[in-house]
């Protein structure tokens, strides 16, 4: 599994239009190689809010695919907003992974 991670720094009090920008995504659901979208808001800070955008793919490849097609295109048109101040990209393979134990039978 490949996983993309987007660290977004924005302003102060701009934390529910990210989250709604994000609420209204459209199309990575339906790209092939698609596994999951999260966002994560990191707690208290002060000067600034951080978010982690990550999304999980069968392959970079699936990855690569997204990036190149006409959905990602319109998903990011319009230029970066103002209260963006930082944001940077990271990759990442899975290598383990697991769940909850199963219940231990009687």
Do not use: C
């Not at 239009?17 to 698609?34: C, D, H, I, L, T």
């Not at 190149?68 to 944001?87: C, I, K, N, T, V």
């Amino acid at each position: 599994m490949f996983v993309a991670v987007n660290h977004l720094i924005v302003k102060p009090g701009h934390g529910a239009e990210v989250e709604r920008r994000f609420a209204a995504r459209s199309g990575v659901e339906r790209q092939p190689g698609f596994v999951r979208f999260e966002l994560w808001r990191l707690r208290k800070q002060a000067d600034h809010e951080e978010y982690l955008v990550v999304t999980h793919w069968e392959s970079e490849e699936a990855h690569a695919d997204w990036v190149q097609s006409e959905a990602f295109r319109r998903a990011h048109a319009g230029g970066r907003p103002d209260f963006f101040l930082d944001s940077h990209l990271s990759f990442y393979d899975v290598r383990l992974t697991s769940g909850p134990a199963a219940p231990a039978s009687s």
